[in-house]
């Protein structure tokens, strides 16, 4: 696709429920990261994906959380057992790769969760 | 460890005056450097960033910033804003596979 595209827009949940966030990556962006943007604070780093490599998982915050990437694209984000806490908005970003490392990500407009 | 401190947490500033966001970063080796633009509604853009080479940094939308070595600054400036300047902007550092955002500078730009 044209843009990173992440669904669902909005989802509202209640405590103790399985969430499921999804994001769909530029075409040819072998990079994939989520962040969790929280209200008032910066960008905080969850998980990377490169290729064919284990994932970076150092920025999940606990074990409820939980991602894949299937066929090196479409990725999941999974928060077990929501808590009021995990209110935030998740944002996915692509990036390539190769011989020359732009470091450029491209976001999408996020998954904004909130956990009654 | 690597991290980006914003200390401004909001600034307001008219419109036709100059900008300037601070970014401070701290890194262990040269670090690469980018601002980011939220606009409401909108994801993060990429204003611009430093790899290396010439330290002043030409970016999207009339933007410019100036990386200093010495003072681990990143700077970000504006001569003259527009209304549309109004947005949150972050500062990120980091290398491949894990960048360290700021917590965003909220800009008002006031008539």
């Known amino acids: 696709g044209a843009g990173v595209s992440q669904s669902p827009s909005n989802k509202v949940t209640e405590k103790g429920k399985d969430v499921e966030l999804r994001c769909d990556p530029i075409?040819?962006?072998?990079?994939l990261y989520w962040y969790r943007q929280s209200l008032g604070q910066g960008l905080e780093f969850l998980i990377y994906?490169?290729?064919?490599?284990?994932?970076?998982k150092s920025g999940l915050p606990s074990d409820r959380f939980s991602a894949e990437r299937t066929g090196g694209s479409v990725s999941t984000l999974t928060i077990q057992r929501t808590q009021q806490e995990d209110s935030a908005v998740y944002l996915c970003?692509?990036?390539?790769?190769?011989?020359?490392?732009?470091?450029?990500?491209?976001f999408g407009e996020g998954s904004r969760l909130t956990v009654l | 460890a690597q991290s980006v401190t914003q200390p401004d947490i909001h600034i307001t500033v008219s419109e036709g005056a100059s900008l300037e966001l601070r970014c401070n970063y701290s890194?262990?080796?040269?670090?690469?450097l980018f601002w980011y633009v939220q606009s409401p509604g909108q994801g993060l853009q990429l204003l611009l960033k430093?790899?290396?080479?010439?330290?002043l940094v030409q970016g999207i939308k009339g933007f410019e910033a100036e990386f200093k070595r010495s003072q681990s600054s990143f700077n970000l400036r504006k001569p003259s804003v527009h209304w549309s300047d109004a947005a949150e902007y972050f500062c990120?550092?980091?290398?491949?596979?894990?960048?360290?955002f700021g917590a965003g500078t909220q800009v008002v730009v006031t008539p």
């Open positions: 970003a692509s990036s390539r790769s190769g011989g020359t490392n732009t470091g450029e990500l491209f």
């Open positions: 075409s040819g962006h072998t990079a």
């Open positions: 994906f490169q290729g064919n490599s284990a994932p970076d």
């Open positions: 890194y262990g080796a040269t670090p690469y």
């Open positions: 430093y790899f290396s080479g010439d330290t």
């Open positions: 990120a550092v980091g290398s491949w596979g894990k960048f360290q």
